[in-house]
């Protein structure tokens, strides 16, 4: 059984870090894109990031350059690295996997191209 497990949300002021991970466990063959979306109340999943299994990684611009997508896979996690956070960034924040090797410019951004997801974490920044 897939299954991913984020962690790491919680509250921080303007201009502070987090790091979030997703902890991920089943056939290692539906992991082959990773990717990390947000929601906040009254709006639609948002992307954020995406890292292929072997290699290749986008970044949404409208987070470029403060937002980073890693991954690690011998702990078998993938990691979103915040910086210089913005009320606007409050949300429930997602991760989810493909089986698939998705385009990172065409379909790695869609939300429906993904087959596993987990469960959230809330990421709330105060100003």
């Known amino acids: 059984q897939v299954q991913l497990v984020e962690s790491g949300g919680g509250f921080l002021q303007a201009g502070g870090s987090l790091r979030l991970s997703c902890a991920v466990s089943g056939r290692s063959s539906a992991f082959n894109t990773m990717g990390w979306f947000r929601q906040a109340p009254g709006k639609e999943r948002e992307f954020l990031a995406a890292?292929?299994?072997?290699?290749?990684?986008t970044v949404a611009d409208s987070v470029k350059g403060r937002f980073t997508i890693s991954r690690d896979n011998a702990k078998n996690t993938v990691y979103l690295d915040m910086v210089s956070l913005k009320p606007e960034d409050t949300a429930v924040y997602y991760c989810?996997?493909?089986?698939?090797?998705?385009?990172?410019?065409?379909?790695?951004?869609?939300?429906?191209?993904?087959?596993?997801w987990g469960q959230g974490t809330q990421v709330t920044v105060s100003s």
């Open positions: 890292e292929m299994r072997y290699g290749g990684s």
């Open positions: 989810a996997a493909s089986g698939f090797r998705l385009n990172l410019a065409t379909t790695a951004p869609k939300a429906s191209n993904y087959d596993y």
